[in-house]
């Protein structure tokens, strides 16, 4: 994901398991490329976790509209040049852009260093907004579809441009594997020793019903390829977006290697029909906005 935007990324996370594998000191798996850029992230409360992406998303925004404000005020102003109006132009028109934002982010910077005036200056001062940044919201099943539901929810049918990304362990895996919203009907967990009475909660299928909400369902380890269409996808669609990743876990006893065999078990998931992968696109043309991705199931052998 890091690799789609993550020189630009702001990433909220809920408090859980992607906080013990996302911010250990020692063994972080984000880093910052050779100009030194790379995703800022911000650890959130378990319950109000897609409330905090989206604050961060909209106070990013309120700060950008005043840049574009101040930058409209310097075009039509009589004294600055013309080379900064046009670069400031340049930039607005650019603003939505994540690539031809930096371009002319740039462009404008060096022309306001030039002009050394205290409009410029105000400007300056928040250069780090003058780029499109990518707003991630990532969490685990816990909090996606039971604790933080509600605030999942209002996030989504906001509209606002956020992606979220949920990795579903299909229980609470942080709490040593209990029985969720998100576990299957007859699945055996912590208290659910006899099998859980009641089938999972479709999130995929809430998000969809709204319309326009992007939608997909992907398993890295069964379909890389898919996986990265979809992320390119969220992250280039201008509106709300929702990815759910089957995460098997330690919780789930997986044997003979247990954690090393994570992406073989998302294989076998896929290829017998229990986790299936598909795209929900709002922007594609009618009668192609869903697209099942995966093939029909087959016979699989169980891990012993």
């Known amino acids: ?75 039509a102003a009589d004294g600055p040049s ?6 400031g132009q340049a930039w607005i028109d650019s603003v939505n852009d994540a690539e031809a934002s930096k371009t002319a982010a740039a462009a404008y910077v060096a022309e306001l260093e ?31 579809y039971d604790i933080g539901f509600g605030g999942l929810d209002h996030v989504l049918a906001s509209g606002h441009n956020v992606n979220v990304f949920v990795f579903d362990t299909e229980v609470y895996s942080n709490t040593g594997g209990q029985a969720s919203k998100a576990s299957n009907l007859g699945q055996v967990a912590q208290f659910a020793a006899a099998g859980k009475v009641t089938k999972k909660k479709s999130l995929a299928e809430i998000a969809m019903s709204y319309g326009y909400v992007y939608v997909a369902q992907v398993a890295m380890g069964a379909n890389p390829a898919q996986t990265l269409k979809a992320i390119h996808e969220a992250e280039a669609y201008d509106g709300p977006s929702l990815i759910i990743g089957y995460s098997p876990c330690e919780m789930h006893s997986i044997k003979k290697g247990g954690m090393q065999n994570c992406q073989a078990e998302m294989k076998k998931a896929v290829e017998c029909g229990y986790w299936n992968l598909f795209r929900f696109n709002p922007e594609a043309a009618a009668g192609k906005k869903f697209s099942l991705d995966s093939k029909e199931p087959r016979a699989v052998t169980r891990s012993s």
């Open 1 to 75: 994901m890091t690799q789609v935007a993550g020189d630009r990324m702001f990433i909220s996370n809920a408090t859980g398991c992607s906080s013990i594998w996302g911010n250990p000191a020692a063994t972080a798996p984000y880093c910052k490329d050779k100009d030194g850029h790379g995703p800022a992230w911000n650890n959130s409360l378990f319950e109000d976790n897609a409330e905090h992406g989206l604050g961060m998303a909209v106070g990013y925004e309120a700060v950008q509209h005043k840049l574009i404000a101040a930058t409209q005020d310097i075009i």
């Open 82 to 87: 013309d080379e900064l109006k046009a670069a």
């Open 114 to 144: 030039k002009c050394g005036c205290d409009a410029s200056k105000a400007i300056l001062a928040d250069k780090a907004y003058l780029t499109k940044k990518s707003f991630w919201i990532f969490g685990g099943d816990g909090w996606a």
